[in-house]
């Protein structure tokens, strides 16, 4: 069936660092891709998305490539902040069913 | 302001006690959904309505009902609630057929609930 897999956690980085989260998925069809944040106490907000293979996604300096051949929508960050400590979830839209990975939560320390 | 609010945020009770979690959105959407939230686990969803009158099932329907006869209310009910089914619910809404068009979802606070 229909599922996402996401890079377990937590990760715990500097303030300034690369981030990478990986997410690769199994679907039938042409799913969109999301990424969703949720901050503590919270609900989820949308953080990004893409419709269709090969587009990008991008949102307060994160990004992520709708890549068909690796079935992978990895979140990337070229710097981050201590306000982007939060859990980071990919999801996955086909059909009429959203379908999510299990989240990863990021820690930044200044 | 555009909200998808749902009541109670948190919720204590005990097993086999019937409960209703209300959803209600001010956006006018087409399609609504409630997940449950455990660790580990990710969100899961339980049931998804496209419009009034029309829901189905998602993952982890069981011990779960719904009913959609208004837009803009989803309630969640559990008719005889058992300890499994502790977990923290969102309820969220998009536009429309979210599988077709990439909608995006907005999701509520979520609902805290503990069956003792």
């Known amino acids: 069936g229909d599922s996402v897999t996401q890079m377990e956690g937590p990760v715990t980085l500097s303030e300034e660092a690369f981030l990478t989260i990986n997410c690769t998925y199994t679907?039938?069809?042409?799913?969109?891709l999301f990424w969703y944040v949720q901050y503590p106490g919270e609900g989820l907000q949308l953080l990004l998305k893409?419709?269709?293979?090969?587009d990008k996604g991008s949102n307060k300096g994160f990004e992520a490539t709708y890549r068909k051949e690796t079935t992978s929508f990895h979140l990337e960050k070229g710097s981050v902040q201590v306000s982007d400590s939060a859990v980071y979830f990919c999801?996955?839209?086909?059909?009429?069913?959203?379908?999510f990975g299990t989240g990863t939560s990021l820690t930044v320390i200044p | 302001e555009a909200q998808v609010t749902q009541n109670p945020r948190y919720l204590i009770t005990v097993t086999g006690k019937k409960l209703t979690v209300t959803c209600s959105q001010n956006?006018?959407?087409?399609?609504m959904s409630w997940y449950r939230q455990d660790p580990g686990l990710g969100l899961r969803q339980i049931y998804y309505?496209?419009?009034?009158?029309?829901?189905d099932k998602g993952d982890v329907p069981e011990g779960y009902k719904v009913s959609r006869k208004e837009k803009r209310n989803f309630p969640l009910i559990l008719e005889s609630p058992s300890p499994n089914q502790t977990s923290l619910y969102f309820c969220?809404?998009?536009?429309?057929?979210?599988?077709?068009?990439?909608?995006?979802?907005?999701f509520g606070p979520g609902t805290r609930l503990l069956v003792l």
């Open positions: 679907a039938t069809g042409y799913p969109s």
């Open positions: 309505s496209m419009n009034v009158e029309v829901t």
């Open positions: 969220a809404s998009s536009r429309g057929l979210a599988g077709v068009y990439g909608e995006t979802q907005y």
């Open positions: 893409a419709t269709k293979a090969d």
């Open positions: 999801a996955l839209h086909t059909g009429n069913q959203f379908y």
């Open positions: 956006m006018n959407h087409e399609y």
